[in-house]
Structure formats: C-alpha cells, structure tokens
Nanobody
C-alpha cells in the first residue's frame, strides 16, 4: 500500500519560513519523480516544485522560484520543501505526489498523493 504523508505545515508570520516533509512508504521512492502542489480555497491545485529521481534536476513555479527549495533524501524515502520569505498568498494546503516519469506540472500526471498539510501565512 502506497502512502505519502506530509508534515511540517502550520501558522507563520509573513517573511517567515517552514520546512515541509513528505515521507513515503510502499514504493521504491528512488524510482519516482516527486512533486509538491498547493491548493488555496476556491482555487485549483497548482504545481509548486518538482524534483527528479536522483535529485539532480529541480523545477519551480515562477511564484516560488528563489524562495522555495525542493530536495529529497532517497535513503530516508523522504522529500522536503523548504519555504522561505513566506507571503500571505502562499497560504494553501500543500500536497506531495509522485510519478514514474519526469517532472510534470499537472496533477493528473501524478500517480500517488498525500493527504496534504496546511500552511497559513499571516500578514
């Protein structure tokens, strides 16, 4: 049974930082590309960041580029999203997901999803 479990969300002041984690089980994590998405109330789920199987390639949405960093530790079957300089418009539920191909940008292209963790940025 595949499980992805996000953690690390919470309430933070604008300008602050959070580090999200995504722990996986039931898959050979190193064989999967990993992505982070987010969904704000009343909005569609959107791509935030993606990382290749080895961690050698990363990609980011323009809105977070330079502020967020995606990484992974295949030995721990875990991926991370370091979020700095947070803004109120970063408020959303954040989800991790995996797929067997290269980094992709739409949710339909991902095979497995976590339940999400809430990030709230206060102004």
């Amino acid at each position: 049974q595949v499980q992805l479990v996000e953690s690390g969300g919470g309430l933070v002041q604008a300008g602050g930082s959070l580090r999200l984690s995504c722990a996986s089980s039931g898959i050979t994590f190193s064989l999967y590309t990993m992505g982070w998405f987010r969904q704000a109330p009343g909005k569609e789920r959107e791509f935030v960041a993606g990382i290749s199987r080895s961690g050698g390639n990363t990609d980011y949405a323009d809105s977070v580029n330079g502020r967020f960093t995606i990484s992974r530790d295949n030995a721990k079957n875990t991926a991370y999203l370091q979020m700095n300089s947070l803004r109120p418009d970063d408020t959303a539920a954040y989800y991790c997901a995996v797929r067997g191909g290269a980094v992709a940008y739409t949710e339909s292209e991902y095979d497995y999803w976590g339940q999400g963790t809430q990030v709230t940025v206060a102004s």
